[in-house]
């Protein structure tokens, strides 16, 4: 509970400022939509691969690399290039899925 707190509190602080951001860079009201879709776009695509990948190294290396990459891109973002490999690495390396995936975890009997 309290990660999934944390993911959606981090998000919904960080997304009103984007717009901002992503307008700063130069880019348009369509660009700041691709961006925001690219995340989710790719937790999709890309979260078998994770599943596989989180039960080889864990969850702990994953999210903090995750975090690390998504918002390192993100504050230090020069160019919009940034923001779309920054919203690409975080839909890869989703929370979200992780978090999910680690409370149907926990419900199991096994």
Known sequence: MIVAFTIVAGYTLFSPFLPFLITKLGGSKSQVGVVITLAPLTTVLFAPVMGVLTDRWG?????????????????????????????????????????????LRLGSDD
Do not use: C, D, N
């Not at 903090?64 to 230090?76: K, S």
């Open 59 to 103: 969850g702990r290396p994953v999210i903090l690399f995750r975090m690390a990459v998504w918002f390192g891109l993100f504050a230090f973002a020069t160019s919009l290039a940034f923001l779309y490999i920054g919203a690409l690495i975080g839909g890869i390396f989703s929370i979200r899925a992780m978090a999910a995936a680690h409370v």
